[in-house]
């Protein structure tokens, strides 16, 4: 006879069956195959014959691909150029949200809309702002007399990128600036007040008081802000297509491309099992950093 501890212990186990094989069959068996096809030439067209199995050689290929080692290098300057500049902007935002003034719950609203715009229409909109004809970004410049004429600012290859940039810092700097207002919203008022009584500048009460008291979201939002601008690809494919002269062609891009464009599945496969790993490099510093948050949080109530 079971004791009622096993029963229970077996009853949550069939009840958890029906939903690990759906993750199985929509997570686990999709990668293995992925993992599988990048040790082969398979392609999306040809002939009956099926993928022949070469080994390491679509990741040795992949390591010494000039155009993948560029669009390392395209990613990495997106992702940490986008991540510091949402991260500033958000924290400054924050601390005009969490000032008491009239309109404050209006400009919050406002505040979140560009993070509640989905990414299509966001890069459909600043595309047009783009635009080298009509656009609203050359209007305002040339009238303000920083441009005496129109540029082209997603068709050149000096400016693509960063312009790529500014539409996704637009859009994504929101998600900061809530996550650090709402540990703002629980600093208590005294501590200020003691602060400011004690003489300290707005500076010294902002590096005493409020940094430490962010710092735990702020590193949680920019750590989660760098793992989706490391894989970005729906605004570039929007904006863009990964041109001009493949400028704004990043990681995810290329991925796309090997695997759809030039339908070779296999070395597309071998593109993306890298970029997976990549990616868990980060997502392990993400859980290495809750973990050490968890043990200071622990240590400070002990």
């Known amino acids: 006879m079971l004791s009622l501890q096993q029963?229970?212990?077996?009853?949550?186990?069939?009840?958890?069956a029906p939903m690990l094989l759906v993750m199985f069959l929509l997570t686990a068996w999709p990668l293995f195959r992925t993992i599988w096809l990048s040790f082969t030439d398979a392609a999306l067209i040809g002939g009956g014959a099926g993928p022949t199995w070469i080994g390491f050689e679509?990741?040795?290929?992949?390591?010494?691909?000039?155009?993948?080692?560029?669009?390392?290098?395209?990613?990495?300057?997106f992702t940490v150029a986008s991540v510091l500049i949402e991260?500033?902007?958000?924290v400054l935002v924050a601390l005009l949200l969490n000032q008491r003034f009239y309109g404050r719950n209006v400009?919050?609203?406002l505040v979140i809309l560009p993070w509640a715009l989905p990414t299509i229409v966001n890069a459909m909109m600043w595309r047009l702002n783009f635009n080298p004809e009509y656009g609203s970004i050359n209007a305002l410049l040339t009238q303000l007399g920083l441009l005496d004429h129109y540029r082209?600012?997603?068709?050149?290859?000096?400016?693509?990128?960063?312009?790529?940039?500014l539409a996704d810092i637009w859009k994504n700097y929101p998600l900061v600036t809530l996550l650090v207002l709402a540990a703002m919203q629980s600093i208590p008022d005294d501590l200020y007040e003691a602060a400011r009584l004690d003489g300290a500048s707005a500076w010294r009460r902002f590096r005493a008081i409020t940094l430490p008291a962010i710092a735990g979201p702020l590193s949680v939002a920019l750590v989660l802000r760098t793992i989706d601008a490391f894989k970005i690809f729906d605004i570039i494919y929007v904006m863009t297509r990964g041109g001009p002269v493949d400028s704004t062609k990043t990681l995810s891009f290329f991925v796309y491309q090997e695997s759809f464009s030039y339908l070779?599945?296999?070395?597309?496969?071998?593109y993306a099992i890298l970029m997976t790993l990549m990616?868990?490099?980060l997502i392990a510093l993400y859980m290495l950093m809750l973990l050490r948050q968890r043990r200071r949080s622990k240590a400070s109530e002990t």
């Open 107 to 109: 400009l919050r609203v």
């Open 87 to 90: 991260g500033v902007i958000g």
């Open 58 to 77: 679509n990741y040795l290929f992949a390591l010494t691909d000039p155009d993948f080692q560029a669009s390392i290098g395209r990613t990495l300057w």
């Open 152 to 165: 082209s600012w997603l068709g050149t290859p000096d400016s693509a990128l960063n312009a790529v940039m």
């Open 264 to 270: 070779r599945a296999g070395s597309g496969a071998a």
């Open 7 to 16: 029963r229970e212990h077996r009853q949550a186990w069939v009840l958890l």
């Open 279 to 281: 990616c868990s490099v």
